[in-house]
């Protein structure tokens, strides 16, 4: 296996390979990003709905099937900003989503196999770039391109899992490399290909231990996570889900749709499929099993052939060498440690919060579950899977 294979590289990981400030989109998308530029002043208004119902329908449904991928990932930023602000922009959300935004959401998502809303990879894996091109991807050097309201909060809860994603392209590399591995019996190459991982592991929790020093769980609450909701699952949509106008294919039923989320990542994903870690049934391991399918095509095929190909498990657990088993156990706890640091995250900045904001439910996820319960037992069968 070869990250570039799949669009990734050990510097970026899941990262874009390109920087969205340095994309042009075509002329006909001026007013659409015109509007996603002023975003923060139309939601600020009260009425961004009376905006954003002004926009042109741009018709690139055509476009998208030509246009490069940088221009159509791009563009589906904008758009999937521009439509949940649209939902969830004022005190009632709506039951339909008109088709000046419907169709050419549709149309980015179609070409890209992906849901027609915000999607992790539009939040945050194409949603940045560097302030000094000379420099590395490091929270000191990195902007968020395209913000709801914008501000501090909101910047950094998307740069720190810029940086967490940008870090994560060693476990990635190494994960790739380690099925070959593995297969040649190598223990000695496995062991240091595993130690580095642990060091990469720990350059990741370090950004993710930074959350709080710039993002207030108070302002995450109320002025970032209100705007990245979906539709599944959720009390605030009537008719459970919403309608996109003006699609055919959707026969004017409403869609029931899963919210961009943290565990729309694939860092965990690859590393249990790497590790051949499993969970047992239960509502997060189903939600996560849909989720899947929210991920970019190409992330999507990485972590099925991990876990298509990897031995790794049955190899370190046949080999005598203890340097090798400890190594390998040292990654499984540092999955299991990075699923703690977002257990605490999901109870200070979520399940402690008191709602009062539409669909904005402390018990429930963006992503649409009842999640504190699930987390923790996701946590306890990872570390349990260690060996002995």
């Given at each position: ?24 989109l075509p002329e ?6 015109q509007?996603a ?19 042109p ?5 055509d ?18 900003f ?10 009632t ?15 980015l ?20 770039y ?30 720190v ?43 990741i ?13 108070y ?5 970032v ?33 899963r ?22 049934d ?34 370190v ?13 040292a ?38 579950t ?11 069968e ?7």
């Amino acid at each position: 296996m070869e990250l570039q294979d799949y669009g990734m590289s050990r510097e970026r990981g899941y990262l874009s390979h390109y920087e969205i400030d340095e994309i042009t989109l075509p002329e006909n998308l001026a007013p659409i990003i015109q509007a996603a530029g002023n975003l923060s002043n139309l939601l600020t208004s009260g009425r961004v709905r009376n905006f954003l119902d002004g926009l042109p329908d741009p018709e690139i449904a055509d476009w998208t099937m030509t246009a490069s991928e940088e221009l159509v990932r791009t563009a589906m930023v904008h758009y999937s900003f521009l439509v949940q602000a649209y939902v969830w922009g004022e005190p009632t959300p709506p039951a339909c989503l008109p088709a000046n935004l419907a169709r050419p959401i549709c149309a980015l998502a179609e070409r890209l196999g992906q849901a027609p809303l915000l999607p992790y990879s539009g939040y945050v894996l194409d949603n940045w770039y560097r302030l000094d091109k000379s420099g590395p991807i490091t929270l000191d050097n990195i902007a968020m391109h395209q913000n709801f309201l914008g501000g501090v909060d909101e910047n950094w809860f998307v740069l720190v899992h810029v940086a967490i994603e940008a870090e994560a392209g060693v476990l990635l590399d190494n994960a790739a490399k380690l099925v070959g591995v593995s297969r040649a019996g190598d223990a000695a190459e496995a062991t240091r290909l595993l130690l580095e991982m642990d060091d990469a592991w720990e350059r990741i929790y370090g950004h993710f231990a930074r959350m709080p020093e710039q993002c207030d769980p108070y302002i995450y609450f109320h002025r970032v996570r209100p705007y990245i909701h979906g539709w599944a699952n959720n009390p605030a949509l009537a008719d459970g889900g919403l309608v996109y106008e003006g699609i055919d294919r959707f026969e004017g039923k409403p869609q029931a749709l899963r919210g961009q989320t943290g565990s729309q990542s694939s860092i965990v994903p690859a590393m249990d499929a790497l590790f051949q870690v499993s969970h047992s049934d239960d509502p997060l391991r189903s939600f996560l099993d849909e989720l899947h399918q929210y991920r970019p095509v190409e992330h999507r095929r990485f972590i099925e052939d991990l876990a298509a190909k990897s031995t790794l498990r049955d190899f370190v657990s046949s080999c005598e060498d203890q340097g090798l088993k400890d190594a390998f156990n040292a990654c499984l706890e540092q999955s299991a440690r990075f699923r703690t640091r977002h257990l605490e995250y999901a109870a200070s900045y979520i399940n402690k919060q008191a709602g009062s904001i539409a669909g904005n439910d402390p018990d429930v996820g963006t992503g649409g579950t009842p999640f504190m319960k699930y987390l923790k037992k996701h946590r306890d069968e990872n570390r349990a899977q260690v060996i002995g």
